[in-house]
């Protein structure tokens, strides 16, 4: 593949990520504009809104001072009747002044307008998420892993989605407790034998009894606790809140095991 070509090929990336990200980011205005005291389309916001700053980072080659991190981080603010700039916007006028950010990174990738111009190639990589994880090795197939999880929740492969979050959850939380040991994990009462043997069940439990993560994942839905078992014709359907209250909960666990993200 030629520069042009790779070139092309990365930029059709993002515009593929940005109409997917504009898209829910409609459906959640919208539903913020009916109610915006709904606790989960608050928590559904915040995770949107961390996915367009990945994503607004990633275009900005990781510069707050480019036009579209500055567009970013302007749309939290709302102006005094002086014009200074003062933070409480409300969430469904954040909401329309995101969807405008994206719109704009839109227009520059495509050449459609006269405004500066994002150069996809000399966006900065995804930032890395698991250093936290002890285990090298599995950081890049943990990176790969979210990546592939939010790609088939924006393409509405929710059982791929909550499978894979469900399996990044299991191994990050795995990779602390065998940082941890067996024995200081005895000590909070941990069940003999293998971690390797325990139940996903298990291994949350025990992280949760030891301190390693607190309580987040008593929001994970009834599918994903038995995902490991469900195959075939008995495999459960999964829903669109399923995926994402799945990837919420991976959101929180990576946030306590990594308390300076």
């Known amino acids: 593949m030629s520069m042009d070509e790779s070139l092309r090929a990365q930029i059709e990336t993002y515009l593929s ?5 504009m898209r829910r980011g409609r459906e959640l205005r919208d539903t913020l504009t009916s109610d915006s005291s709904d606790s989960s389309s608050m928590t559904a916001v915040r995770a949107w809104q961390e996915d367009c700053g990945v994503t607004v980072n990633q275009l900005s080659g990781g510069s707050k001072a480019h036009w579209l991190a500055r567009s970013f981080s302007q749309a939290f603010l709302m102006r005094s009747s002086s014009g200074r700039a003062v933070e409480g916007a409300a969430p469904a006028e954040i909401a329309n002044r995101l969807l405008e950010v994206l719109e704009q990174a839109v227009a520059s990738l495509s ?4 405004g500066p111009v994002i150069f996809a190639s000399s966006a900065a990589p995804p930032p890395h998420r698991f250093d936290f994880v002890h285990n090298a090795e599995l950081r ?3 990176e790969q892993a979210y990546s592939d999880s939010r790609r088939d929740l ?3 492969h929710f059982d791929a989605s909550l499978l894979t979050s469900c399996g990044i959850l299991e191994a990050i939380v795995t990779d602390a407790l065998e940082t941890k040991g067996l024995a200081a994990l005895a000590i909070s009462g941990a069940p003999a034998g293998k971690i390797a043997d325990w ?3 298990t291994r949350i439990a025990v992280a949760e009894k030891t301190g390693l ?3 987040g994942c008593a929001r994970l839905p009834a599918v994903a606790w038995t995902y490991r078992d469900e195959s075939g014709s008995a495999k459960v359907a999964v829903s669109e809140n399923d995926a994402r209250r799945t990837g919420q909960v991976l959101h929180v666990v990576m946030r306590d095991l990594d ?3």
């Open 259 to 261: 308390p300076g993200r």
């Open 199 to 201: 139940s996903f069940e």
């Open 111 to 114: 050449g459609t307008d006269d």
């Open 17 to 21: 990520h940005l109409d997917a990200l």
């Open 213 to 215: 993560i607190r309580g």
């Open 140 to 142: 890049p197939v943990l």
């Open 154 to 156: 924006e393409q509405k």
